[in-house]
């Protein structure tokens, strides 16, 4: 360990990257480390609707609860899933993988295939052809130009794309007509289909974007005002609004969306506005959803009692569909009270003082009584002891946790961390084992933080908790300390996703080499600041390995190790509950992108 839309198409195809990449998708043992994706009706992700649906518009308004107030409307500079569910009602990708791992066309013509000529048989390129006739919510036309320009956007440097990662293999990209791109990899590489698809895969417009390319990125209009090539249209953003809850005035953002009067399908949307409401707390998200205030309320985790309670109200369902989702106590492996002489916390040239020691880490995971924590989620999730969770595949068998406070206590004596002036609190060479857990304000993780502290006091810790705003904790590194990404803290909790079946650019997150730092404004994703040459070797492999079952094998092996090496403490698989209307249809969530992702075809 270191220091630190939609073309039919009548058959389902399995597509592959030449006969080593021939693969059974399966949710069993010995899947493969890709799942192959298949062709799929477009814009038929949902069950065909028994009931006659009006033309375009004709539902009225729309309305969506956010507990967590989005920042930007920008896809590529997200600071998480508020950001980019708030912007794929406007934008799409070339393509994004439903629930079953089937890829679906959106802007794509089709799906690439060995078959039809698209995917390199050698895995070095994939040629993408592109719907004709679409057009941007401002009339202009839709070409090959503006995927191009996407690509350039989010690899600019000076924008620090959140969506960058995903498009680390890409050697460059070819516009060959107005109505077809050629992605050319470094190596050949089995996950062609990272780049332009799901919900880091959003192509923008270059007539928007082009003059806000470089260090002025923040001051893009369109980074609220979005018009993309989707349903609806960014018509109004309102930095200060209010929603009334059972007598009480909440503050709130305010994105009013209306129809995309371009839009491809003369019979979608359904809604000719959509109101998106960000802001509150879960529990005043709750009480919304009971009384029928909103049609959709996002991702509203409370414990199983209050979403029983939601559902007394028989105005809403609660579903809990599979996601990716982890929640996980991060730790840091930078010490956050430290400064750099140019005033830099959690730097990796200040190791943590207790952190670091593997004996520490292991006595903290044994110590956490994970099992009491999954109980409360109730139907929204499960005790998981993998932090990288789907494809199942993925998902370790051998991966186990020990709750044994004793044997707890026992290593961290061994490694001499001892309770000298019977304060309570263990210390060694000056160091106290003292830390401050952060995490967003949500009843399950207080009720995780209340465990963690009452656990680890146990052993000789002294735990400060420390609760911040959603909105602050989950959004961009701006005018605060206080966020996830800067970490400003020994522990931390939240939870996060791979947001594609093929795990490259979620497994980088504890990459040295991708350590946030205040050089890079925090943009990159490992955010603990974990370094092991161990972990990065077996990374580089998979890059590169375009066996699929050796392939599989090898981040298999980065999740033990994640979990051996205590570098994460994942504890609950998220179902991450929605509050749907009960008269509302059409919606089909995803494990593989937001939740909005097919709004065209919700209806009422």
């Known amino acids: 360990m270191g220091n630190r839309g939609s073309s039919k198409v009548s058959l389902i195809r399995k597509t592959t990257i030449g006969l080593a990449l021939m693969i059974t998708l399966t949710r069993c043992g010995g899947a493969p480390a890709m799942p192959s994706p298949t062709v799929a009706p477009t814009q038929a992700a949902t069950e065909a609707p028994t009931e006659a649906v009006p033309a375009r518009g004709q539902g009225g308004g729309l309305t969506l609860l956010y507990f967590q107030a989005p920042t930007m409307v920008n896809p590529h500079l997200s600071s998480g899933t508020k950001d980019l569910s708030a912007s794929r009602i406007t934008y799409e990708p070339l393509a994004s993988f439903n629930k079953d791992a089937e890829l679906i066309p959106f802007l794509a013509a089709e799906v690439p295939s060995l078959e039809n000529g698209q995917v390199a048989a050698d895995g070095t390129s994939v040629t993408w052809k592109l719907k004709q006739g679409v057009k941007w919510a401002d009339g202009e036309p839709f070409t090959a130009d503006d995927?191009?320009?996407?690509?350039?956007?989010?690899?600019?440097?000076?924008?620090?794309?959140?969506?960058?990662?995903?498009y680390s293999e890409v050697?460059?990209?070819?516009?060959?007509?107005?109505?077809?791109?050629?992605?050319?990899?470094?190596?050949?590489?089995?996950?062609?289909?990272?780049?332009?698809?799901?919900?880091?895969?959003?192509?923008?417009?270059r007539h928007v974007f082009?003059?806000?390319?470089?260090?002025?990125?923040?001051?893009?209009?369109?980074?609220?005002?979005?018009?993309?090539?989707?349903?609806?249209?960014?018509?109004?953003?309102?930095?200060?609004?209010?929603?009334?809850?059972?007598?009480?005035?909440?503050?709130?953002?305010?994105?009013?969306?209306?129809?995309?009067?371009y839009y491809r399908d003369p019979n979608k949307p359904f809604f000719s506005k959509v109101e998106l409401q960000g802001g509150g707390d879960l529990n005043l998200a709750g009480q919304a959803s009971k009384e029928g205030l909103v049609d959709y309320t996002w991702n509203i985790t409370l414990p199983e009692d209050k979403l029983a309670d939601i559902e007394s109200g028989g105005k809403m369902l609660v579903l809990a569909p599979t996601s990716s989702f982890v929640e996980r106590i991060m730790l840091n492996f930078t010490d956050p009270n430290k400064e750099t002489a140019d005033g830099e916390r959690s730097s990796i040239q200040f190791p943590h003082p207790f952190l670091s020691d593997l004996r520490v880490r292991q006595a903290i995971s044994m110590a956490i009584d994970r099992e009491a924590i999954a109980a409360s989620y109730g139907r929204g999730g499960s005790l998981t002891t993998n932090i990288l969770a789907e494809p199942p595949y993925y998902a370790s068998p051998t991966n186990k946790f020990e709750h044994n406070p004793q044997k707890a206590a026992e290593l961290l004596d061994e490694a001499g961390w001892k309770d000298s002036n019977g304060d309570g609190v263990r210390e060694k060479n000056g160091v106290e084992l003292r830390l401050v857990f952060q995490t967003s304000i949500q009843t399950l993780r207080q009720i995780a933080q209340e465990q963690v502290k009452k656990d680890l006091e146990t052993i000789g810790f002294a735990v400060e908790l420390k609760q911040i705003d959603s909105s602050i904790f989950l959004g961009p590194p701006k005018d605060t300390t206080d966020t996830r990404r800067q970490f400003f803290a020994d522990f931390e909790e939240f939870a996060f996703s791979n947001k594609s079946p093929d795990p490259t650019a979620y497994m980088a997150g504890w990459l040295c080499d991708k350590a946030a730092q205040k050089g890079n404004d925090w943009s990159l994703p490992n955010w603990s600041r974990y370094c092991n040459p161990e972990f990065d070797a077996l990374f580089a492999q998979a890059s590169s390995e375009l066996d699929p079952k050796k392939r599989t094998e090898l981040f298999v092996k980065m999740n033990e190790l994640l979990i051996q090496d205590v570098a994460v403490i994942p504890l609950v698989k998220y179902a991450q509950p929605h509050a749907v209307g009960a008269d509302l249809r059409g919606y089909d969530f995803p494990i593989w992108d937001v939740e909005v992702w097919n709004i065209a075809d919700w209806y009422k």
């Open 171 to 205: 050697k460059s990209v070819e516009v060959l007509d107005d109505y077809t791109v050629r992605v050319n990899f470094k190596r050949p590489t089995a996950a062609w289909y990272a780049p332009f698809v799901g919900s880091f895969g959003m192509i923008i417009p």
């Open 210 to 261: 082009e003059a806000y390319n470089g260090a002025n990125f923040a001051d893009a209009p369109a980074n609220l005002q979005a018009i993309g090539t989707g349903p609806y249209f960014v018509n109004e953003y309102r930095k200060e609004d209010v929603l009334i809850i059972g007598g009480n005035a909440v503050s709130t953002v305010k994105i009013i969306y209306d129809a995309n009067p």
């Open 147 to 166: 995927v191009l320009f996407t690509y350039q956007y989010i690899t600019n440097p000076a924008v620090k794309s959140s969506s960058a990662e995903s």
